[in-house]
């Protein structure tokens, strides 16, 4: 991506002020593996719409990837509250608390997993034993 094209882009999108073009430009550019040009496109999404589920998960994700974990927590926890029985945010969220080390969040995600996703316990209860061993 060009530096001409990246500004034809964001000068398109800031003038429609569409969310869902946001959203798109977002993801694209997060499947490309341009991940700051991804969060910063769907932060302009979340401005308009802070609840969305699909562009915080994409945040999410673009984080995750970039290994921006502590960025990456504060999405997780307002997905775990929108939407706590999509296994990918419960996935995720494993993986913040493991990373982060964080217990009491890890012990949170589990039981919403043991009602949303019990086939997926075992392996996040594995998963987290291992990241928290001293």
């Known amino acids: 991506s060009s530096p001409e094209s990246w500004a034809i882009i964001s000068t398109f999108c800031s003038l429609s002020k569409n969310k869902q073009l946001y959203d798109q430009v977002g993801q694209t550019f997060g499947r490309w ?30 984080y995750h990837i970039k290994r921006d974990i502590k960025s990456e927590k504060p999405v997780i926890l ?24 964080e217990k009491k969040l890890g012990k949170n995600i589990l039981n919403l997993m043991k009602k949303y996703n ?14 928290f061993k001293p």
């Not at 609840?51 to 994409?58: H, I, M, Q, V």
């Not at 307002?78 to 990373?99: C, F, N, T, W």
């Open 78 to 101: 307002k997905l775990l509250k929108l939407i706590p029985e999509d296994p990918q945010v419960l996935r995720l969220g494993i993986q913040v608390a493991g990373y982060l080390k």
């Open 118 to 131: 019990p086939a997926a316990l075992p392996l996040a209860k594995d998963y987290l034993n291992n990241a």
């Open 33 to 62: 593996g341009l991940f700051d040009k991804s969060i910063f496109f769907l932060k302009k999404s979340l401005k308009i719409d802070p609840y969305s589920p699909n562009a915080l998960l994409s945040i999410a994700i673009s």
